[in-house]
C-alpha cells in the first residue's frame, strides 16, 4: 500500500495544489485501495496487486481529463514501476560491471611493469658494478612491449565492456520509477550487505595501499646497497599493490553509485519526489 500511495504522491505533483485536486486524490487513492484489497482477495500477489492498480490509473493526463482538471501547461509523465526481477538484473549486471571497470582499470595500471623490469634486467648494475646485462634490448623489445600492448588492449576492453554493459539500464539514472513492494525489500537487503562490503574494500584498499609503499621505504633507506633488480622488483611490487588498491577503492565507489541509482538519493534525487 505505501508503493500505491507513493505513485499518487508522485502522479499528482503534475497539478496544481487546491482543494479540487486534493479532494480528488484522496478519492482516486480510496478507489485504488480499494481495487488493492480485491485483487489481494483474489489471490494475487503484492506485487502482481501493485502493478495492476498502477496499470489500471493510466497517466495523469487521462485522470486529469477525466476529472476536468487542468495541467496549466505542466509536464506529466507516466511513472515506471520497477518489480523484483529488474531490480536483480539491475544489480547484478552493474555488478559486474564494476568489476569490469576496476580490473579494466587495473591492467592499464600495472602494464608497464614488464618494461621496467626487464630494462633494470639490461642494465649492467644489475647486481654489482660492472656485471654484464642479462638480458638483451631486442629481448626487451619482443617480451616487454608486447606484454605492455597486451595489457593495455585487455584493460581498454575491459573498461569498453563494462561502459557498454550498462547501457540496458542507464534509463533508471534519467527517470522516475516506483518499486514494487518486494523489490523494495530486496533493495534494502542488498544495500545492506553492500554498506558492509563498503567498508570491506576500503580497508583492503589501504592496506595494500600501505603494504605497497613499504618495499620503497625500505629501497630508500638502503639505496646504495640495494642492487638494481631489487629495486625494480620494490617499484613493481609498488605498481601492483597500488593497483589493485585502486581496483578496490574503485569497486567500494560503484557500488555505492548504484544503489544511489536504485535507492533514487544524492545527485539521482532529482528524479525521486517523495521516499518510498
Not at 150 to 157: E, Q, R, S
Not at 238 to 253: D, K, P, R
Amino acid at each position: 500500500m505505501d508503493t500505491i500511495k507513493s505513485y499518487f504522491e508522485h502522479l499528482f505533483m503534475a497539478l496544481p495544489v487546491n482543494g479540487e485536486v486534493k479532494r480528488a486524490k484522496e478519492e482516486l487513492l480510496g478507489i485504488a485501495e480499494d481495487r488493492y484489497h480485491e485483487l489481494k482477495d483474489q489471490g494475487k500477489s503484492e506485487n502482481e496487486a501493485i502493478g495492476t492498480v498502477i496499470e489500471e490509473f493510466g497517466n495523469i493526463d487521462e485522470l486529469a481529463s477525466e476529472l476536468g482538471i487542468s495541467v496549466n501547461g505542466r509536464k506529466s509523465y507516466r511513472e515506471h514501476f520497477m518489480e523484483k526481477k529488474e531490480a536483480e538484473n539491475f544489480l547484478n549486471t552493474y555488478e559486474k560491471a564494476d568489476y569490469h571497470l576496476g580490473l579494466g582499470i587495473f591492467l592499464l595500471y600495472i602494464s608497464p611493469v614488464m618494461l621496467i623490469f626487464l630494462g633494470l634486467l639490461n642494465s649492467r648494475s644489475t647486481w654489482y658494478n660492472d656485471i654484464s646485462p642479462i638480458v638483451s634490448p631486442a629481448f626487451i623489445v619482443c617480451l616487454g612491449v608486447p606484454f605492455l600492448l597486451v595489457l593495455i588492449a585487455l584493460g581498454l576492453c575491459l573498461i569498453i565492456y563494462s561502459s557498454f554493459s550498462r547501457r540496458p539500464y542507464r534509463y533508471l539514472e534519467n527517470e522516475r520509477f516506483v518499486t514494487a513492494y518486494d523489490a523494495g525489500v530486496f533493495i534494502n537487503e542488498k544495500h545492506v550487505q553492500q554498506q558492509r562490503q563498503f567498508v570491506f574494500r576500503i580497508m583492503i584498499a589501504v592496506t595494500l595501499l600501505v603494504i605497497g609503499i613499504v618495499p620503497l621505504v625500505f629501497m630508500g633507506a638502503f639505496y646504495d646497497g640495494v642492487p638494481v633488480v631489487i629495486r625494480g622488483i620494490a617499484v613493481d611490487a609498488f605498481m601492483v599493490m597500488y593497483g589493485l588498491s585502486i581496483m578496490f577503492f574503485i569497486l567500494a565507489g560503484m557500488s555505492q553509485k548504484r544503489f544511489k541509482i536504485i535507492t533514487q538519493t544524492g545527485r539521482f534525487a532529482r528524479k525521486r519526489l517523495v521516499r518510498l
